[in-house]
């Protein structure tokens, strides 16, 4: 009975706190009705265990708490390769951004060096005329 109450508190804190980044934007949506969901799933759950029992035994697994290892860990696995595939796309927008900049750089500087030439020319044919 205390397991089914911590578990259920907790998962309500959790709950509590996935909203509250969503409300201040520290979260994307995205990944937070990814957790919500999570959560409205895990909460009715842990407050009645036995019902993950009867679908451990249709799924022929030993109980239901090594079916929820198991399914935490596969979650858990696809979590890391979304934020990786997240990573190496945001690391090669990155690239490209940092490409452009300097090609941007360079087109500036040769800008300036062309109006100072200018400058430069103008200023001696004013002083020679």
Do not use: N
């Not at 799924?59 to 860990?73: D, E, H, M, P, R």
């Not at 979590?79 to 690391?91: A, G, M, R």
């Amino acid at each position: 009975m205390k397991l089914t109450l911590v578990t259920g508190l907790t998962g309500l804190v959790l709950l509590a706190t996935i909203v509250e980044l969503l409300r201040r934007r520290q979260l994307r949506e995205k990944y937070g009705m990814l957790w919500l969901g999570l959560l409205f799933v895990v909460i009715p759950l842990s407050l009645f265990p036995r019902l993950l029992d009867g679908v451990a035994d249709t799924l022929g697994v030993a109980s239901g708490v090594s079916l929820v290892l198991f399914l935490g860990i596969v979650f858990l696995l696809l979590v890391c390769i979304h934020l990786s595939w997240e990573v190496s796309t945001l690391e090669e927008e990155t690239r490209t951004l940092a490409e452009e900049f300097a090609l941007l750089r360079t087109e500036v500087e040769a800008d300036r060096a062309e109006r100072a030439a200018l400058a430069d020319r103008a200023q001696t044919v004013t002083s020679d005329g």
